[in-house]
């Protein structure tokens, strides 16, 4: 059985796709001989099938991790740990047009957007290379004549489990803090996209990480996600999904070895536009925010308030704007918006798109499938939208924007903190009074003032409320893989204790 199979893709570039499990710095086949389909989402048809990683495929990544945390990786320094890091950015930079065509095949995002995410993916390891030999203790006085000190030590093998909007930005954000403060990992792709940190697995290989230091499987999450979250020698999981699965991987956490969890989930973000604000900036902005990746954004700007003075002016832009957004083949360089990623999500949104126009929502643009081949949907905007519908409630995790129109400050405070979510949420004013109350008064873990949905690596990102547990990014997410050891050392300062 051939673990690589050749590959020709629409713009040309022809590569061997790996299929196999990567664990030890090998490709091995699935312990049980399973395989999965891959699903082309432009195209519907079969691109290949990958192993499929089951319970024991899992504990075999599992002790390969573990020996590399207590073997090779427990004595590679930390300025070492950050040039194996620099070196895998520096390969993913040489092979970008590679990994950005697979992640077009595989997700079915625009090749210009996977462009942006493979050089996001390769910024990110090259941050967390720069850390790995900055990430100190400290010395701490308490009484003479003693020393006390904290170190900040890996926390061990982690299990991480990732989604498949953004598949090879999400395994930098997981790998690149993992990998920096001296932990080993074992990293599950969803399995919609697992393509892409396939081809990056070799990589990991090229740059040089000793063996087990990062094994990356593909499978089922009720399978081997399950298995990493019970898993008793995994130390730590990180999650990014769903809030219905992450609450599953914390209950799996819970009922096996307590290990540590950091969940980042889902969103329902309200993007607010007062009456004083750029109007054609803020277009931009909100179309951006809800339909930048085809809306399959955690943070996306999914719930649009404009100020009743200018709710209707917005309302008409808005439309305009959005009939300019191209869609279609994910290969061409100016598409904008591409397939939803798999039959199942094309299935839920279009549900969503129904219940809005069964609770009497209007459907201003969209609404319906575009063309015939492909989970592709229209760009679709409800206006006249209710607190209490459906979608203005849930996260849809599609190209779907719901509009409603508020009055004062304090009704759009109350509204905007109105879901059980609290990812992120964005002002559009030219007042900063305004912008910095909203701000401080939203339960949001980012906040955007005239713009959406702009990350960098260096800021922290991550979720207030049920959207999510610890931060990713930044010198923040550091703290999801260390854990703080204390060192106190009696040199004569506590003898007056001895024999009391
Ligand atoms: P999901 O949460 O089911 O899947 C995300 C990852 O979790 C995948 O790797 C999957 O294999 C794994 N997983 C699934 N069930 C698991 C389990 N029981 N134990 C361990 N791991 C498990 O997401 P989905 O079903 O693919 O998408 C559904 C919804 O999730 C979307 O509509 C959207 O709301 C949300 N979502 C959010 C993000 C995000 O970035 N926050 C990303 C993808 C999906």
Known sequence: ????????????????????????????AATEGATFEVINPATEKVICSVQEAREVDVDIAVKAARAAFEGPWASTPPSARGKYLLKLADLMEENLLLLASVESLDNG???????????????????YGGWADKVHGKVIDTMPGTLNYTKNEP???????????????????KVGPALATGNTVVLKTAEQTPLSALVCANLVKEAGFPAGVLNIISGLGKVAGAAI???????????TGSTVVGRTIMKAAAESNLKKVTLELGGKSPNIVFKDADLDKAVEWANMGIFF??????????RIYVQEEVY?????????????????????????????????QFQRVMGYIEAGKSEGATVLTGGKRFGETGYF???????????????????????VASIAKFKTIDEIV?????????????????????????????????????????????????????SGIGRELGKAALANYTQVKTVQFNLGGMDFLVGL
Not at 110 to 123: E, N, Q, R, T, Y
Not at 229 to 239: C, G, P
Not at 324 to 338: M, R, V
């Open 155 to 173: 926390i061990g093998v982690c299990g991480q489990i990732i989604p498949w909007n953004f598949p090879l930005l999400m395994w930098s954000w």
């Open 377 to 399: 949907i229209e760009p679709t905007i409800f206006a006249d939208v209710k607190m209490d519908m459906k979608i203005m409630q849930e996260e849809i995790f599609g190209p």
């Open 229 to 239: 979250s019970s898993h008793m020698d995994i130390d730590k999981v990180a999650f």
């Open 312 to 344: 209707d002016t917005f309302v008409e832009k808005f439309k305009a704007r959005i009939a300019k957004n191209k869609l279609g083949d994910p290969f061409a360089e100016d598409t904008f918006q591409g397939p939803q990623v798999s039959a199942l």
């Open 1 to 28: 059985m051939s673990l690589t199979q050749t590959i020709e893709l629409p713009n040309g570039v022809k590569y061997e796709q790996p299929l196999g499990l990567f664990i030890n710095n090998e490709w091995v």
């Open 293 to 302: 990746n085809h809306g399959q954004t955690c943070c996306a700007g999914s």
């Open 109 to 127: 995002k625009s090749i210009s957007l996977a462009k942006g995410d493979v050089a996001m993916a390769a910024g990110c390891l090259r941050y």
């Open 414 to 466: 109350a509204v905007g903190n109105g879901t059980p979510y609290g990812l992120a949420a964005a002002v559009h004013t030219k007042d900063i009074k305004t912008a910095m109350e909203v701000t401080n008064r939203l339960k949001a873990g980012t906040c955007w003032v005239n713009m959406y949905n702009m990350l960098s690596t260096q800021l922290p990102f991550g979720g207030f409320k049920e």
